[in-house]
Structure formats: C-alpha cells, structure tokens
C-alpha cells in the first residue's frame, strides 16, 4: 500500500507540475479528482464503524496576483504578540503588515524579514515573517500582508480561564484533510497545535505551496503552533543533509524566546499552560541541546502560574498500533523520567493516522503521577489509516480507533480540564471519546520531583 501511496503522489505531483506551468492544460484540474478517485483503494473500518471511503488528493492554485500575498499564517511569539508570515511571487513586496481593530483602518504597522530558499530546482517565492504587537487579549485584529492585495483578520487568545485547543497531527492535504479543517473550525477555539506532518511534501516542493494556501482560511485567522515530523526532513545526502530547510524557511516558530537553539523544539505559555515542543528528528541524548534545554525548561516552570504542562512530539512513546512500532522508544528511554517528575500532564504525538488514548503512564505501566499519553495522527493524510493493533489491547490503552479526526483540549480552570475526540463521519463530526482530567499540578500526591527555579522574564520575550 505505502508503494502504491508513493505512486499516485509522485504522479499527483508530475500533473501538478504540467498544470503550475502550462496554463493551457489547467484543464487538467477538472481529471484530478476522477484520476485518484479511480486510483486509491479505500481504507474499510473494521468491526462496528463503517468508514468512509478514501478521498483524494487536494492541489490548491494560486489565484492572486503575484504581489499579494498567499499561505498566510499566523503564530504566537512571545508576551501579547504574534507572527504573520506568508508568501509572495513578486520579490519586490515589503516585509510589512498594516494592522488594526477595524476593517480597513490600520493604525498600527510592522516591518519584518523575509527569506527564500532553493531545493534542487525550485526556488521557493518571497517568505515574509513579521512580529506584530503588543496586542490586546481576546481582541480581533484585521491586517493586510505586503500593503496590498486582501484583508485577513485573526483573533489574539484570551488570558483568562477557559482557553480551548484543536489538536491534530498528520494533516496532509487530501479530501479527509478539508474535512477535518471543516470541523476544527465549526466550533470556536483559541489556539491550534500540530504535532507534527504538516504538508506531507516530501521533496516535491510545489506541495509545500498547495498545503500554505489550503490552511490559509483557518491558518490566518487563529494561531497555528507546530512541531516537526519525519515528512517535514527532506534530507537528501550530500545536497540537503541536515534536512527541514522548507519547513524552516516557512513555519518559523518562537524558539529564540524559549531558550532554544533550534526550531524543531520549543516552548511556550498561554493561559495558564505551558506548552512544550519537542523534536523527534532531532538529537535528544542527554549529551544532545536539545535535552539540556528540556530539563532547563521543565526546571523554570511554575505551577503556581501555569499549572498544566502539556507536551507535543511526533512519534508516539506509547503505541499499541502495529504501525510505528518502537519508533519512540529511544526518545522515550532518554526523556521519559524528567516529564515524569515535573508531572507533565498530557503528552501528545502524531506518526501513527490512528487515535489512541493511553491511561497515565510512567515506564509501560499506570501511575497516577504519569502523564496521559494521546495519539492523534489522524488528520487526513494521503497515506491513510493505520488499521491493525496489538491484541489483546494492553491494559494502559483506553481507547483506540482507526479513523481521521481531531481533538480538543479545554482547559477550564487551574483544576480541571476536558478532552474530546471527534471523529470525521461522512459530513459531520461525532464525538468518540472523552474524558475530564484534573491537573497534576493540582495534586498534593504528585509534587513534582524538580526544583522548580523563578527566572524573571518580561516584555516581548515572556511566554
């Protein structure tokens, strides 16, 4: 299947290269979806869930001019500001963003940088980032990209209880992908997180444009926080041999204010809980920066402020999906206690297109100070579901599905908080699993084993 899957992408992407370039077969558009629905075989539920069957591939145009701006996004930086980025064709476009509380009057405005990069034979366009602010919570702000083109708004989190997260990992860009983006974004929320496969690209860069523009609607109107995947590396020996040189240039994220020496790991605070991005693909030995930085970060935060600590990574530390298996093992191996003894409270990781929820853990066996580790690669990618898992179900796993959908994480209070799993079935979302947990934080029988340490911040560098 996964030499079938390779196929049709590769074929995908050769169209989609003859019609990027050859405007008199745009016609070509149309034959798409019939050529991949007539091509991939669908994916069949097994048991009581009749699923629906596969869909195919999304490319999405570009239908601007080329000195407006397309894959916008936006992302949390620091102390009341954000990043907007996004793309141009026309390199003579300024690295500004005009911004305001009202449609079409802009008081504020903010000049960034701007960068671009070469794989092989493409060259990428204009990457603009610029960091706005400081901004108002729970304000809607509109903002134009480059002073021209058309008007974007988004709206800043708020810092009061509650706040609400949509999480989903292994997005890509297929039908289900449109569905899943559909449901996140029928319901509010605050901020979203990806644990990592964004674009599923795969060296084949044009992708990395069509996925910037089909996020571009929900991307540009509320935070989008992600960490890195194995789809994001691109590593090809001798040319690109340190790999994410696209995921680098266009999804930037705030490592510098956390401490981090790398943008494939980070951290971050939003109402009360402070968010940790870590990187599979990596180095996270204990010889390694990246697990320095993690016991620094981890020894900083204090619960008195931000009393949920919730991780993000890719590939899964617990699985029972035969997918994947033991892929997460040596990072788990290596980082596993120092998330156990500041009493992490949820762990999220992508890899496996499947849903699993796993009772709190610590070194394979239940423990109530252990965090509760949640697998959610199910976003829509065009590798499709991982259908088979261990049996009998481990006693740790909860609940296990193999379907596309997402998750939303509700933090109600320093206490208390709800998990939802929704599950796309045909045009509507169904909630399939969900749970209300409390915080370890919060827990006289979990104190935390590390020193906590108080480092004044402030200004553009909090988070």
């Known amino acids: 299947m996964q030499h079938i899957a390779f196929i049709h992408t590769s074929l995908l992407f050769i169209l989609f290269i003859l019609v990027s370039y050859t405007p008199t077969m745009s016609k070509l558009l149309f034959l798409l979806p019939l050529f991949f629905f007539l091509f991939l075989r669908p994916h069949h539920a097994a048991e009581d869930f009749v699923r629906q069957p596969a869909r195919p591939l999304i490319l999405t145009p570009h239908n601007r001019p080329q000195s407006h701006p397309q894959q916008v996004h936006v992302s949390l930086v620091g102390n009341n500001y954000m990043k907007v980025s996004w793309v141009t064709d026309e390199s003579g476009v300024p690295s500004t963003v005009d911004y305001g509380k009202r ?9 960034g ?4 990069y070469r794989y092989f034979f493409y060259t990428s366009g204009k990457i603009h980032h610029v960091t706005i602010g400081p901004l108002d919570p729970a304000t809607t702000y509109y903002y134009r990209c480059g002073g021209s083109g058309p008007e974007f708004n988004f709206r800043t989190p708020t810092v009061t209880y509650p706040i609400e997260f949509a999480i989903a990992g292994d997005l890509g860009q297929t039908e289900w992908t449109n569905t899943t983006l559909e449901h996140i974004n029928a319901t509010d929320y605050d901020v979203l997180l990806l644990p990592g496969d964004l674009s599923y690209a795969d060296t084949q860069q ?6 910037g523009r089909l996020v571009e609607p929900y991307a540009s109107r509320r935070p989008w926080m992600v960490t890195q995947g194995n789809h994001e590396q691109e590593i090809f020996p001798l040319f690109y041999p340190n790999g994410f040189k696209a995921y680098n240039s266009r999804w930037p994220m705030p490592y510098k204010e956390s401490g981090s020496k790398s943008n494939l790991y980070y951290s971050f605070d939003v109402v009360g809980t402070h968010i940790i991005m870590l990187g599979s693909y990596a180095d996270f030995g204990t010889d390694s920066d990246q697990y320095k930085w993690l016991a620094n970060d981890l020894a900083k935060v204090d619960r008195s402020r931000t009393p949920w600590v919730v991780v993000l990574l890719h590939a899964p530390w617990y699985n029972s999906n035969l997918a994947h298996q033991g892929e997460g093992e040596s990072m788990r191996v290596a980082m596993e206690e120092m998330l156990y003894n500041s009493r992490v409270d949820l762990v ?4 496996v297109h499947a849903y699993e929820r796993f009772t709190r853990v610590y070194d394979n066996n239940a ?8 697998t959610i690669g199910d976003g829509g990618n065009r590798e499709g579901l991982a259908m088979l898992y261990k049996e009998p179900k481990p006693a740790i796993s909860l609940f296990r599905e193999a379907s596309f959908g997402h998750g939303r994480l509700r933090i109600m209070n320093h206490t208390h908080a709800h998990w939802s799993w929704n599950r796309n079935d045909d045009s509507f979302s169904t909630e399939a699993d969900e749970i209300w947990l409390e915080s370890l934080g919060s827990s006289p029988s979990c104190t935390p084993k590390i020193q906590q340490k108080m480092e004044p911040t402030s200004g553009k560098d909090e988070l």
């Open 103 to 111: 449609p079409g009057i802009y008081d504020s405005s903010a000049t």
């Open 206 to 211: 044009p992708l990395w444009d069509s996925f």
């Open 348 to 351: 999220f990781s992508g890899h």
């Open 113 to 116: 940088e701007h960068t671009s």
């Open 367 to 374: 423990d109530p100070c252990g965090p509760i580790y949640i």
